[in-house]
Structures are given as C-alpha cells and as structure tokens.
C-alpha cells in the first residue's frame, strides 16, 4: 500500500506576501481544527483577498488599532471578526509585519470530522445536497469549525499547537476561477475572489468551467 502523503503546515514565509498571491495559492489547501482526538479538516475551496489601507472594503482601511492590529502584525495569523450580528469570518493576515493585508475563507470541501461539524452546525445529513449546508460560506464554515473571537482572533494559523491552522498536501488544484468579491459594497468590483470552479461547496454562484 502506498504511504499517504504527510499533511505539512504552510510556513509563515507563505503568508508574507501580497493577499492576490495568498488567495489564489490557499485553493486546495486544507483547514484544520485538532479538538483533542478529533480532527476536523476542510479543503479550501473559495477565498477572498483583501488588499490593506488602500483597499476601502477592508476593515485594515481604518488604519492600525485595538481591533486591526492583527492585520498590522506578523503574517499568518488569525483575524477574526462578528458580522450582521450573527457569525463570525475568519481571516489570515498576510504581507509583511507592518503592512497590512488578509484572505478571508469562504467555503470549504469538509474531509475529516463531519460528524461533529453537522452537529455544530444543527445539520441533519441525510444526502451528498446536505453538505454543502456545512462549509459553503463564510459564517457556515466558522460555526461548523467552532471559530469565535474569543476563542481564535490571533491564533498562529501556521502552527498545529494553536489548534486551528493550515496545512498542505498532495492536492493540487484545478479550474481556478477569479471573479468580483461578493457580500460586500465598497469596491465590489475588484476581482478578488477566487474559486475551484465547479466545487459544491463554492458559495454564491458556482461558476461551473465549460467543457
């Protein structure tokens, strides 16, 4: 039997880079939360990137303070915020210490641990359609990987000991789709938003690729 590939968590020097660079290079990669023994893992099907001071839908736009720090900081680290009062997104700052930047996740393929996402998520599976209620966008993905401020905002995403962080394999990826970001207001015509096209678990518009 062939050995399977170790899962290596990215370095920080992967994250020290424009966020353009960072989103489209997270596709495929997996997401992590280690619960004890249990694991849950997501690959990454859909990011957005956002592009620091200059960018207006960027909360690091309101310059470094209290809140933004994070995105000021080191690169690799979780920033986390509540949105609509009601879920939390969880985002990876990038570029850099001192120039800010982030990839936010919105979708992810659940691998590993679904179980335990369906039920921190009030999902009852019944079929392949129920899976995509797990992880397909940005607040799903965070409540089902049990992602909080309080519990995550600053965690070291590079490091398996924080317990939440992102990792890699074998998986390369293909039909790498660039679209308008979505959700948002302020520039929402920049093309910042990458996809596996065709993937399930892509929120919004799928965006299937053409044969």
Request: hydrophobic fraction near 40%; proline fraction near 9%.
């Amino acid at each position: 039997m062939t050995p399977r590939p170790p899962i290596l968590p990215l370095p920080r020097a992967f994250f020290a880079r424009s966020p353009r660079r960072v989103a489209r290079e997270l596709l495929g990669k997996l997401l992590i939360r280690d619960l004890g023994e249990l694991r849950l893992a997501g690959r990454i099907v859909e990011v957005e990137a956002y592009l620091g001071e200059s960018d207006p839908a960027a909360h690091a736009a309101a310059g470094n303070t209290a809140r933004t720090s994070i995105l000021f900081g080191p690169p690799g680290y979780a920033y986390v915020y509540f949105i609509y009062g009601n879920h939390y997104c969880l985002n990876v700052s990038c570029e850099p210490e001192g120039k800010a930047g982030s990839v936010l996740f919105r979708a992810l393929e659940p691998l590993q641990g679904i179980e335990e996402m369906a039920r921190a998520r009030d999902v009852k599976l019944g079929g392949s359609r129920d899976l995509p209620r797990l992880t397909s966008g940005p607040g799903r993905l965070a409540q089902a990987f049990g992602i909080t401020r309080a519990r995550d905002n600053g965690a070291d995403l590079t490091s398996p000991g924080s317990g939440l962080w992102i990792a890699e394999d074998d998986f390369r990826p293909k039909n790498i789709r660039i679209t308008p970001r979505i959700g948002i207001t302020l520039a929402a015509e920049q093309p910042l938003r990458y996809i596996l096209a065709g993937n399930a678990f892509v929120s919004g518009r799928k965006y299937r690729p053409k044969n």
